[in-house]
């Protein structure tokens, strides 16, 4: 392999691999902020015991998460050096404000959030509580900002020529708020609190079928359920007003996106298929005429610009786009489904009754996982060949004198190390779940018995 097609390897697997547990942090912190709220509220220590055990799982996302992420910043030095440069007063300034206002914030708070329980008072440990989930977000606002300049760069002008050509901020607002930044973020932000939520969701299911820790888990997964629900159904929102805003900025993108080749032709949405590039059709495929055109425009017989109105150069890899995209689309819908399905069976008392619900609760910690994963493939993979769109290509952004060697030899130097880090993180994981929280039924039972007593 050459020496682009490694680099794109090598910081493609690092970003997925690393991508794993921001999410997971971000949709813990949210969760850890509704179960300790309940428990100043109510003074239930069902709640605090809940938040206890939690709180152990975040920390160790955050401490793997923190580890992982670490590489890439270097990896835009090593393997990127043109990049960098062009981009580098644009990056600079967000992954500074990232650490400032959102990793030393998180990390600042984090310790009283883990340690803390008997050393301040509850409201201080709750106000530790959210400043951690908001930190956890914060950072999730500034690398998305980051991230959607290089999709839609605004706020900005070029100077020097060449080589020497770099991105200089002239309006540091109109880069936080490019064209795309906030559609983005907001997706993200509920992919992440669907990972937190169906993570909490699939533990309890566990106990739930094991007969272990009921109280605790029945009142984890029920408070995981509204969560689920309001992110699913919020993130169908948030990704149909993220592709109107491809389809504004990017039309490429969009085009692969549903393998759309013909520019006078309406849009099709297909519900599955395999995309024929050669002969620019999709083959073994189902779609909805015009319905991609009605979702867009709001007018089903209006055209959607077509792969064959873009030079052959600028256009993206179809089929790998086409195929994330949907894939991701389909388990959005299947995470509705089930939060829908679950949320109604609790309210009719019966979610409990449904064993085999239960059972896909478990492995529906997956779902977010995957669909998280494709969201990123498909909105990296569709805007090539451009790293930074309709500036900067791909091709163009390498660092000039490492080798294919030096990438091949840090490619499998980082797989057996994030091996070892991702076999850690189960294990630990697993441990904590085996463990499960400290005894919830003797301290339900004591606040019972107090609240009896008072009441008498």
């Known amino acids: 392999m050459d020496t682009e097609i490694l680099a794109r390897i090598q910081f493609a697997f690092t970003v997925a691999f690393h991508y794993i547990y921001p999410p997971l942090s971000i949709g813990l912190g949210i969760l850890l902020v509704m179960m300790e709220g309940m428990y100043i509220k109510t003074k239930n220590p069902l709640y605090e015991q809940m938040t206890k055990f939690w709180v152990k799982v975040f920390a160790l996302t955050f401490a793997i998460g923190v580890a992982t992420g670490i590489v890439m910043e270097f990896e835009f030095g090593t393997n990127w050096a043109t990049y960098s440069r062009f981009v580098g007063d644009v990056f600079g300034s967000a992954l500074a404000a990232e650490g400032i206002f959102a990793f030393f914030l998180e990390s600042g708070f984090l310790a009283l959030l883990v340690f803390g329980w008997d050393k301040v008072k509850p409201r201080t440990h709750f106000i530790s509580t959210i400043i951690v989930s908001l930190g956890s977000m914060f950072s999730a606002v500034w690398i998305v900002v980051a991230n959607s300049w290089q999709q839609t760069p605004a706020g900005y002008h070029i100077v020097r020529e060449g080589l020497s050509a770099r991105a200089e901020i002239t309006d540091f607002w109109a880069m936080v708020f490019n064209p795309s930044s906030v559609d983005r973020l907001l997706h993200v932000l509920s992919g992440a609190w669907l990972a937190g939520a169906f993570l909490v969701i699939s533990v309890s299911a566990f106990y739930i079928l094991k007969n272990r820790h009921l ?25 149909h007003q993220s592709a109107i805003g491809v389809n504004e900025n990017q039309p490429a993108k969009l085009a692969a996106m549903e393998a759309h080749f013909d520019s006078s032709a309406v849009g099709d949405l297909h519900l599955f298929g395999w995309v024929d590039e050669k002969n620019k059709e999709v083959k073994l495929g189902v779609s909805i005429p015009g319905l991609l055109s009605y979702l867009v425009y709001g007018d089903a017989a209006k055209p959607i610009a077509g792969l064959n109105s873009f030079p052959k150069n600028e256009t993206p890899p179809v089929n790998i786009v086409f195929q994330s995209y949907h894939i991701m689309v389909a ?32 492995f529906s910690v997956l779902g977010p996982q995957i669909a998280n994963q494709l969201g990123w493939i498909t909105a990296e993979v569709g805007r090539q060949p451009w790293i930074v769109y309709g500036l900067l290509k791909t091709s163009d952004a390498l660092s000039k004198v490492v080798t294919a060697g030096q990438i091949m030899f840090s490619l499998i130097l980082f797989a057996v190390i994030y091996l070892f880090l991702f076999i850690l993180f189960i294990y630990l994981l697993n441990e904590k779940i085996k463990h499960g929280p400290e005894e919830p039924e003797t301290i339900v039972s004591e606040y019972e018995k107090q609240k009896f007593i008072f009441e008498k």
Request: charged share 10%; no cysteine.
């Open 215 to 239: 109280d605790f888990a029945k009142s984890s997964l029920r408070i995981a359920m509204l969560l689920a629900l309001f992110a699913s159904l919020f993130q169908l929102f948030t990704g």
């Open 331 to 362: 388990i959005g819908f299947f995470l509705i489904g089930i939060s829908v399905l679950g949320v109604f069976l609790w309210w009719r008392s019966k979610l409990f009754n449904h064993r085999w619900l239960l059972r896909v609760f478990v």
